[in-house]
């Protein structure tokens, strides 16, 4: 295995797919690596309508779209994890099962995961009736009952989305209005199917082996009741993937990275794109210019600091 290179990337999600074509591009020796399916949370995600020049894609297409577009000039991908990171010197080394791999530029584009609940219930019925998932699981559910837990565009989309199979799903969120973008929530409210139940928070998921019930609590008189459904499904916020950073660069309260204009971190060499920075706006758009940032000004840094 080749271990030595100009670039390389940490995260297959739109962010890291665009910093794998534009480095490519340059001409410089580019690894991508991915420990999950190429597309970040696109792959996950039914319908992508709001990409510039693409009126409507199924997110999986258009995650493979970018991969073959970044193959096309030379790209390399391994599907591996990355166990550590080593950026004190000036070539950054990572620690991956198969061994090390050092680059001039790490792009650290790992993404985020949908963060959980933590209630009771939730782990034990994980695949049981939970899910953070409406494209993965959402045929499973045909004419059930479902609750979605959120008010974000996440949640109202797939909300949305979970119609095509349940009887009902009810948008259940902590505040008195939803957050999502105003022509999703249009949507939502003339949806038959769509409840909500506002001002609520679940408070555990019930059941034997699969999801019976949700007991929610009202935030504002703290009075329970338990709702019957078949299924939840988690939509309230993400949680950074910043495992292998572990003591190798300094991550604000919430695990995001701090990036500058440029999207580099305070580590020459380094630099963070997409969700797992700081004030990131979570848009497939916007992580594609971030990805397509970062390489640019990584060919300068290469170019200014490692020139023969």
Do not use: W
């Not at 198969?98 to 219930?121: D, M, T, W």
Request: net charge negative; proline share 3%.
């Amino acid at each position: 295995m080749d271990s030595e290179y100009d670039v390389v990337i940490v995260g297959g999600g739109p962010a890291g797919l665009a910093a794998g074509l534009y480095a490519t591009r340059a001409r410089l020796k580019t690894l991508l690596i991915e420990r999950g399916v190429p597309g970040g949370q696109i792959a996950v995600t039914e319908m992508v309508e709001n990409y510039p020049g693409i009126e409507e894609i199924l997110g999986p297409e258009l995650g493979d779209k970018m991969l073959r577009h970044a193959e096309k000039f030379d790209l390399e991908s391994q599907y591996i994890e990355v166990e550590s990171a080593d950026l004190n010197s000036k070539t950054k080394v990572l620690t991956t099962r198969h061994g090390e791999i050092n680059a001039k530029v790490l792009i650290i584009a790992s993404g985020a995961e949908h963060r959980k609940l933590e209630v009771p219930g939730e782990e034990e019925l994980s695949g049981k009736g939970v899910s953070y998932c409406a494209v993965c699981d959402g045929a499973f559910f045909r004419d059930k009952d479902l609750i979605v837990v959120g008010g974000g565009d996440a949640a109202v989309e797939e909300g949305s989305f979970l119609t095509r199979f349940a009887s009902n799903v009810t948008i259940v969120h902590r505040r008195d209005e939803l957050r999502a973008g105003k022509i999703l929530q249009e949507r939502a409210f003339k949806n038959p199917k769509l409840d909500f139940i506002y001002s609520h928070v679940v408070e555990s998921i019930n059941g034997n082996g699969v999801v019976g019930s949700a007991t929610l609590r009202n935030v504002k008189t703290n009075e329970l009741v338990e709702k019957p459904v078949d299924g939840v499904f988690i939509y309230v916020g993400l949680t950074p993937n910043n495992e292998f950073l572990e003591n190798a660069l300094p991550l604000d309260d919430q695990g995001h990275i701090h990036v500058n204009l440029k999207m580099e971190t305070r580590i020459p060499g380094v630099y963070a794109v997409g969700d797992i920075r700081q004030e990131s706006s979570r848009q497939v758009v916007a992580a594609a210019g971030d990805g397509a940032t970062a390489a640019i000004f990584a060919e300068r840094y290469i170019a200014e600091n490692f020139s023969e």
